[in-house]
């Protein structure tokens, strides 16, 4: 084997890592350990403690759902994400618009009214 094979190749390796690893592009991504927003929402029978969340696009957010009365879960329209009580989703806010979130499960009379925004800008 020739001895500038292995020099070469040890440059051409270090210049892919770099290169790789200098990107802006992606690095939320990159990172899914980083979360930029938790948020805990508390549901009793027939609310949830926050009926609005804001957002900045492209935020990793953490939702976890607490059921202090009552059995509930949520569906985030728009995202197709949904919470079962006392579970975490994480995801990444990656569309501009208002999304509705709901109970997904039937808890009564006042279950309709069980209804939250996601508002992200």
Same mark, same amino acid.
């Given at each position: 084997?020739?001895?500038?094979?292995?020099?070469?190749?040890?440059?051409?390796?270090?210049?892919? $890592? !770099?290169?790789?690893?200098? @990107?802006?592009? *992606?690095?939320?991504?990159? @990172?899914? *350990?980083? =979360?930029?927003?938790?948020?805990?929402? /508390?549901?009793? /029978?027939?609310?949830?403690?926050? #009926?609005?969340?804001?957002?900045?696009?492209?935020?990793?957010v953490s939702i976890t759902l607490k059921n202090s009365q009552?059995?509930?879960?949520? %569906? $985030?329209? *728009?995202?197709? #994400?949904? $919470?079962? +009580? /006392?579970?975490?989703?994480?995801?990444?806010?990656?569309?501009? *618009? #208002?999304?509705?979130? =709901?109970?997904?499960?039937?808890?009564? /009379?006042? %279950? @309709?009214?069980? =209804? +939250?925004? $996601?508002? !992200?800008?």
């Amino acid at each position: 084997m020739k001895r500038w094979m292995l020099p070469v190749g040890f440059v051409f390796a270090i210049s892919a $890592i !770099v290169t790789g690893c200098g @990107s802006k592009e *992606g690095q939320k991504a990159a @990172s899914p *350990g980083k =979360v930029d927003k938790t948020i805990t929402i /508390n549901a009793k /029978n027939f609310e949830f403690d926050q #009926k609005e969340i804001k957002l900045k696009k492209d935020d990793i957010v953490s939702i976890t759902l607490k059921n202090s009365q009552g059995i509930h879960a949520i %569906h $985030i329209e *728009g995202y197709d #994400k949904d $919470i079962k +009580g /006392n579970e975490t989703v994480t995801f990444t806010a990656d569309r501009i *618009g #208002k999304f509705d979130y =709901v109970c997904s499960i039937f808890c009564g /009379n006042g %279950h @309709s009214d069980m =209804v +939250g925004t $996601i508002i !992200v800008e």
